[in-house]
């Protein structure tokens, strides 16, 4: 080695011993200069030297070169990374060291220098040293599995080619030393022998990896750490383990030759790729014993069947002893054994039969969803399996529908029935043959065995019935043409006794008929119409007239059916033009277009011909009428037409000449739209509506008048008093502005006085107030004058021009008893008048006499003065005034 080595080994050499003395003094000043004596050249991994890293930075955790060319270790020893060649005498680098934790770094200067050679002379006493050969290299090493010792076991010697020249000390580590398992291996710190202190399971270390050192006495090293891999060698001692105890496989009956079943497999622990390691299956034994049935294959351990007879109706489960060998399975390998169930699963390998081939069964007729027979089968296919499960089929003698063959899943007998009513005068027996199959496939050997379906004879017996009639079919039709004379006879429906096959003895009735346009004839069954038939009025569809009848035997028995009339279409009704009120916008719109409709079938309806009727020539100068299809016309104006309404009558003709004639009212309007003239007509409509209100409002008014004066007619209790002064009385009225003057009339409604000798008299008689729910009739006393003296022949007075100047007036008023009984005496002379018409005899529904019923009665009066608002009593309205007349006449107008 070229490192610095102990020093009583160099004591012959001078310049040695001056570089070990360099190379200490510099790495015992720390961070200071350290210098190495090395060869020029130097080979890659080999020892430069050794520094005391922890005298320059104790807690260093970083350790750097800034040479590639060199590498420094945790114990401050410096190899070169590759071949170094010193070109020049010297040459430097640096170590940095760093504690990253404290953040503090330091710099250790190395300098290299070129070795001088010191010869010296050799003592001719002195043995030459000779070179051995070079130990320092990885041995191959390997210790024996399970080892019986003696232990320590020397494993081997390791050596260092230091030796030869100092006092080499030699270590390991690892795992086996300093790692788990601890203290397995130790070496001879002088001699490097490698000891062994216990047996070792390879399968639990199979190899070790251990580092042998070499270093001085002080402490320096004298070679690269060598690794020593110990291998241990494998002994036979794992038995060969399934990878279940119990292995569960399955496989279907009838399967060919060669199926697999399924895999077995086992492990073994010892060293792969050995004869340790190298299995062969095999089986032991099978249950049930015979015949063969299962293969193995002795390396894969795939089981397949060697034969083609496993049925499961014979053996479901087979059971295998299975066995595996180490070794090759030769005779002294290591075994072990496991468990194989195979199961045969069903397939469907067995037709099912029926246990006989013919039944026989009896049936009335006329039954319906009746059971009339179970056909039981066999099958020795798994049970409540689709291999098992049967499905039966009707391959003759059903081409009519009458029965239906289904499976009970419990029972798996076929279950014949009757779904449909079979007649007896028809057919007395029905022979059906019967095919079996199950619900699964057959398989290919079960398939190649068959020849023919499983097949079976059922002869049914239909019993005869003493029936009712038939009604059959259930719908019958007739053709009866539209408009056809009432009366006239038409076939109608007929049933048949189904023991004679004949009508005979057999009554009709009538059950619905919608319209009552038929009676059908009890005994023959004729129907006969009792009104005219029309076609447009069956309902919106125009199908067919539908008549329920029903036909009774002699027994009582009977059946329905319906009889469905066909009405044919006359030409009965012309086309109808569906448009009666048009708007026309001028000049936005230049014209309009007219539809029509017919209820007649199409053979005697469309194409419409529209046509301007018979017309005045202002019409047929204003207005065009154009075809636009089949049933829509387009009528147009022209430009000189003026803004007003027009009436304008169409003819519309079908194509068997049915035509009618519609007068249309289009209203040529100056709008930009129809909606606006529609808003205008229908101002007018509400006017007529606001002048009844008005002339109603006008006759409530009246008749409360009247009511007044019929009340104070009948009054109990009489009080005279002065005529001039009660005809000067007047009631507060609360007028807010001047009125117009009326009298009243005998009648006991207000009118204008339009002749003097008139025999009403002037005023207001009095006034209705209600005092707390009671209504009284109170008079205020006048002046001296009364209206009489005021009157003229041929002249209108009013009130004011009667007095003739200031009235005198107190405030005296009259209790209801005293007006009572001045005015009943005079009351009465007037309406006996008003009782007579115009012959002078007494009417006996004009005034009648009622009792008082009391002051405050709640009841209006009723009678004559009622009757006045009825339309025979409104002559009074050609007598309004002034004012009314002009609004009557305004509202007449719009």
């Not at 190379?23 to 050249?41: G, H, L, M, W, Y």
């Not at 291998?231 to 990878?243: A, L, Q, S």
Request: proline share 4%; glycine share 6%; aromatic share 8%.
């Amino acid at each position: 080695m070229a490192a610095a080595g102990s020093r009583s080994s160099l004591r012959g050499a001078r310049g040695q011993l001056l570089l070990t003395l360099v190379v200490f003094s510099f790495a015992c000043e720390a961070c200071r200069k350290v210098i190495f004596n090395i060869p020029s050249k130097l080979e890659a991994d080999k020892l430069v030297g050794r520094v005391d890293l922890k005298e320059c930075l104790r807690s260093a955790d970083l350790i750097q070169s800034s040479d590639p060319d060199f590498r420094v270790l945790e114990d401050g020893t410096v190899y070169t990374a590759r071949t170094v060649v010193l070109s020049d005498e010297k040459r430097s680098f640096t170590i940095w060291l760093s504690n990253t934790k404290a953040q503090t770094q330091k710099e250790l200067p190395v300098l290299l220098k070129h070795q001088k050679k010191v010869l010296r002379k050799r003592n001719t006493k002195e043995t030459i040293l000779r070179r051995s050969k070079r130990r320092w290299a990885p041995i191959p090493c390997s210790m024996q599995e399970n080892s019986l010792g003696p232990f320590p076991l020397l494993l081997q010697q390791v050596q260092s080619d230091a030796a030869q020249n100092y006092t080499i000390f030699y270590s390991i580590s690892g795992r086996g030393v300093d790692q788990e398992p601890l203290n397995l291996f130790f070496i001879e710190r002088d001699t490097g022998n490698l000891y062994c202190t216990q047996p070792v399971d390879r399968e639990e270390y199979d190899v070790f990896d251990l580092i042998a050192y070499a270093t001085t006495a002080d402490g320096y090293s004298a070679d690269l750490p060598l690794p020593l891999p110990i291998r241990v060698e494998d002994e036979n001692d794992n038995y060969p383990i399934f990878t279940e105890e119990v292995y569960n496989f399955e496989v279907l009956e009838s399967s060919r030759h060669g199926t697999t079943v399924g895999v077995v497999c086992a492990t073994d622990k010892d060293e792969p790729d050995t004869m340790h390691t190298r299995l062969k299956y095999s089986i032991l034994n099978q249950t049930p014993r015979s015949p063969g049935l299962f293969s193995v294959h002795p390396s894969t351990g795939v089981i397949t069947t060697v034969s083609q007879n496993l049925d499961r109706e014979v053996v479901d489960k087979y059971s295998l002893i299975m066995k595996v060998q180490d070794m090759d399975g030769q005779f002294f390998g290591l075994t072990t054994t496991a468990t194989c169930i195979i199961t045969v699963k069903d397939s469907n390998d067995n037709l099912p039969t029926f246990r006989q081939n013919a039944y026989e069964v009896s049936v009335e007729e006329n039954t319906v969803n009746k059971e009339i027979l179970r056909i039981p089968v066999e099958d020795k296919d798994l049970i409540n399996t689709a291999n098992w499960r049967a499905n039966f089929t009707i391959l003759k003698g059903n081409e009519n529908g009458h029965f239906k063959i289904t499976t009970d899943k419990e029972t798996n007998e076929g279950v014949l029935c009757v779904v449909k009513p079979l007649n007896y005068e028809e057919n007395h027996q029905v022979v059906l043959e019967i095919g079996l199959s199950n619900e699964a496939p057959f398989s290919r050997d079960a398939a190649l065995r068959m020849t023919t379906m499983n097949r079976a004879l059922v002869t049914v017996h239909v019993k005869d019935q003493d029936e009712g009639p038939d009604c059959s079919p259930a719908v019958q039709y007739v053709r009866i043409k539209e408009n056809l004379a009432v009366g006239s006879k038409i076939n109608g429906y007929k049933a048949y006794d189904p023991e004679t096959g004949r009508s005979s003895g057999l009554r009709y009735k009538k059950l619905n008929d919608p319209k009552g346009w038929i009676t059908i004839n009890e005994i023959s069954g004729l129907i006969e119409t009792s009104k005219t038939l029309d076609r447009e009025a069956t309902g919106p569809r125009k199908d067919l007239y539908n008549i329920t009848v029903m036909a009774i035997d002699q027994d009582g028995r009977s059946c329905t059916g319906t009889l469905a009339v066909d009405i044919e279409d006359v030409n009965d009704n012309p086309p109808e033009i569906l448009q009666h009120y048009l708007v026309i916008c001028k000049p936005k719109m230049e014209y309009t277009d007219i539809s029509a409709t017919d209820p007649d079938e199409s053979v005697n309806g469309a194409p419409f011909y529209f046509s301007l009727a018979n017309t005045s020539p202002e019409i047929n100068r204003l207005w065009t009428l154009t075809r636009v299809n089949d049933t829509a016309a387009r009528l147009s104006y022209r430009k000189n037409a003026e803004f007003q309404e027009y009436y304008i009558p169409v003819t519309v003709k079908d194509r068997a000449g049915q035509s009618a004639r519609k007068t249309l009212r289009v209203n040529l309007c100056d709008c930009t739209h129809p909606s606006q003239c529609y808003t205008r007509s229908a101002r007018v409509v509400l006017g007529k509506w606001a002048i009844l209100a008005i002339l109603l409002g006008i006759a409530l008014l009246f008749s409360i008048l009247a009511t007044l004066v019929c009340g104070l007619v009948n009054a109990g209790k009489r009080k005279s008093f002065p005529e001039d002064l009660a005809q000067q009385n007047l009631i507060i009225s609360n007028t807010e502005a001047p009125g117009d003057d009326k009298v009243c009339s005998a009648n006991g409604f207000m009118t204008q006085t339009v002749n003097s000798s008139s025999q009403g008299f002037c005023g207001t008689l009095g006034s209705a107030v209600k005092n707390g729910g009671q209504e009284t009739i109170e008079m205020v006393k006048g002046g001296h004058q009364t209206l009489e003296s005021c009157q003229g022949m041929g002249h209108h007075h009013t009130l004011d021009s009667c007095r003739g100047g200031a009235v005198e007036m107190d405030n005296t008023r009259y209790s209801y008893s005293e007006w009572h009984s001045f005015t009943q005496p005079r009351l009465g002379e007037k309406l006996h008048l008003c009782n007579q018409n115009e012959d002078h005899i007494p009417s006996q529904d004009y005034v009648l006499t009622y009792n008082y019923e009391g002051r405050g009665s709640p009841a209006g009066s009723v009678g004559c003065c009622s009757e006045k608002q009825e339309e025979d009593g409104l002559d009074f309205l050609n007598n309004l005034e002034a004012k009314f007349t002009a609004l009557a006449e305004t509202c007449a107008k719009r």
